[in-house]
């Protein structure tokens, strides 16, 4: 490169967001070399599923120190810090997509500046395309939480612009490449405790039906069971406590509710979404416990929350939806909204009850108790309610939200 020794004098040490994997190991020597900075690299557990000791080997390999790789067990905090809070709000991206990835990002922004503090780094780094949303989501991360950060974004600086290319320069530099990542992938996944994304390749026609190879977190629905399954799922104050009357932590019980997803081929969405950066893209989601998840959330505030408030979060439901999947979640309007969606779950305690069927989950009970219930059958029924509601009243209130509509028509 022709600025490298200006880059040289302007980078020390970087953090790199790292999965072992050919983007991010081509990064890590190319950062390397076009730099020549010390390279720290960070992988997150967030239950994608894969081993991640092979990361910790493939830095080592490559030169970085033991002290600076981080493997980091994020689990715990992701589904209590992130996803929860986001079903709180029922959060769905145009109506569809429960934000798998998006919610993911801020987490490991966060967690990259963190190390970058610890050792003293001037920059970070992520294997983001210059096509695609992350790159926004990790950036907008970065700066909010470091404003002064240096930020490297391989893919919008270097000539390595085809996966080609890649595997020469790996190739030319000693770096392992896995042997499905030889030649041009059918498409391309990210995964976490949450949700399985693929896109690209194979995905890109969105006449074409998903091959059902490219799904890798549920069964066909077609092939699953042919008895319906039920669970129940306890919550407090919004969040999901317990599965079927066990009592489970935030990242054990959303792996419980995959497990039921996964046997069920619940969550599956085939998916054309307007991306932040202008595009459209396709791409195929699978989201088998946060589908439950969602679907028994609703559920319960059913029953204990106000129609007012009930209301009111659904019109907001869009927008904070819109900032998480734009990279705003470390913004004042999102936690604004959250401050306001998080006082109404104040009395959001209580059970449902599912059952799992052929690719879908169905609501068939919901309870709280009576310092949360603001269900009355006694007002409800049609039987006899012994002067629980006085259905005379109804008709003055009738008339009083006509009024304008019978002015309205006077008026010819």
Not at 104 to 111: Q, S, T
Request: include cysteine.
């Amino acid at each position: 490169m022709t600025d490298k020794r200006q880059r040289a004098e302007q980078i020390n040490r970087v953090v790199l967001a790292f999965s072992g994997g050919l983007d991010t190991s081509v990064i890590l020597k190319w950062l390397q070399q076009t730099y020549g900075c010390e390279v720290v690299t960070f992988t997150a557990d967030l239950g994608q599923g894969e081993e991640l000791e092979p990361a910790r080997q493939k830095a080592a390999l490559m030169g970085v120190k033991p002290e600076h790789i981080f493997i980091d067990d994020l689990r715990d905090e992701f589904v209590r810090d992130y996803v929860f809070p986001m079903m709180r709000a029922n959060a769905v991206y145009e109506g569809q997509y429960l934000l798998g990835t998006s919610i993911a990002r801020p987490l490991i922004a966060k967690r990259q500046i963190e190390i970058a503090r610890a050792v003293g780094a001037d920059a970070v780094s992520h294997g983001a395309t210059g096509k695609g949303n992350d790159q926004v989501r990790f950036e907008l991360g970065y700066y909010a939480l470091q404003p002064d950060i240096k930020v490297i974004a391989p893919w919008r600086e270097w000539d390595l612009t085809s996966r080609t290319r890649l595997i020469e320069f790996a190739e030319a530099h000693q770096i392992p490449i896995p042997r499905d990542k030889r030649g041009e992938a059918p498409f391309s996944t990210d995964a976490n405790l949450l949700h399985t994304s693929s896109e690209g390749k194979v995905l890109e026609d969105p006449w074409d039906e998903v091959p059902d190879y490219v799904f890798s977190r549920t069964v066909n629905p077609e092939d699953a069971p042919d008895t319906p399954e039920y669970l129940t799922i306890d919550f407090e104050r919004g969040d999901a406590v317990a599965v079927d009357g066990e009592g489970l932590g935030p990242a054990d019980l959303l792996a419980r509710l995959n497990d039921f997803g996964r046997r069920h081929g619940i969550g599956r969405l085939d998916l054309v979404e307007n991306r932040f950066v202008g595009m459209k893209s396709r791409g195929m989601y699978e989201t088998p416990g946060g589908t439950i998840l969602h679907l028994a959330h609703r559920a319960i505030e059913q029953v204990t929350l106000d129609r007012g408030a009930a209301h009111l979060k659904d019109q907001l439901m869009p927008r904070y939806a819109e900032l998480i999947y734009n990279g705003f979640w470390f913004s004042p309007e999102r936690e604004m909204l959250q401050a306001a969606i998080d006082h109404s779950q104040q009395h959001v305690t209580g059970t449902v009850r599912l059952k799992l069927y052929k690719g879908a989950a169905h609501v068939v009970g919901r309870r709280a108790d009576p310092r949360h219930n603001l269900y009355s059958a006694k007002i409800v029924t049609f039987e006899d309610d012994a002067g629980a509601y006085d259905q005379r009243d109804a008709e003055g209130f009738i008339k009083l939200n006509a009024l304008r509509l019978r002015l309205l028509g006077q008026r010819g």
